[in-house]
């Protein structure tokens, strides 16, 4: 497994999939109360704001892996060009874990384990940009080309 084949985007990616995953099974809520302490890991908050965030990056870190370590392998087909769909699912991701942060548990104090998921998808949506403006060569937001006369 060469490393330096790696581009920047794909090893932000993937580092950040690596924190996230280490993230999930730290505390992210705690509660304290009359001598008794209790917490609650990524794993115990719900679905939507902490499987689905960590799901979309165990796929993000599969693709790279798949396309930079096993060249020969095919990778399905989707509808929209996988830099793109990086794009997406990094975003979604990010924004799924800072709802969390934002909106919590009305009774439960914040612990590390959430903040450090903030970070995690943080880097997954960074990632997911550079790696959409990788695959259109940095044009994105360029203005378009002038017509030309025939």
Known sequence: MDLSKLSLQDKIILGAAALLTVAMFLPWFKFEAFGFS???????????????????SLVMAGQVAVTNFKPEQE???????????HLYAGG???????????????????????????IAAG????????????????????????????
């Open 123 to 150: 880097g997954l949506a960074y990632g997911g940009f550079l790696k959409s403006k990788e695959e259109d060569g940095g044009t994105a937001g360029a203005p378009p080309a002038p017509p030309t006369e025939f």
């Open 75 to 85: 990778v399905p087909d989707l509808p929209i060009p996988w830099a793109q769909a």
């Open 38 to 56: 209790a917490t609650a890991s990524g794993f115990d908050v719900g679905f939507l704001f902490s499987w689905v965030p960590w799901l979309l």
């Open 92 to 118: 979604a991701a990010a924004a799924l874990v800072v709802l969390k942060l934002l909106i919590g548990e009305s009774e439960l104090d914040r612990s590390f384990g959430l903040f450090l998921a903030v």
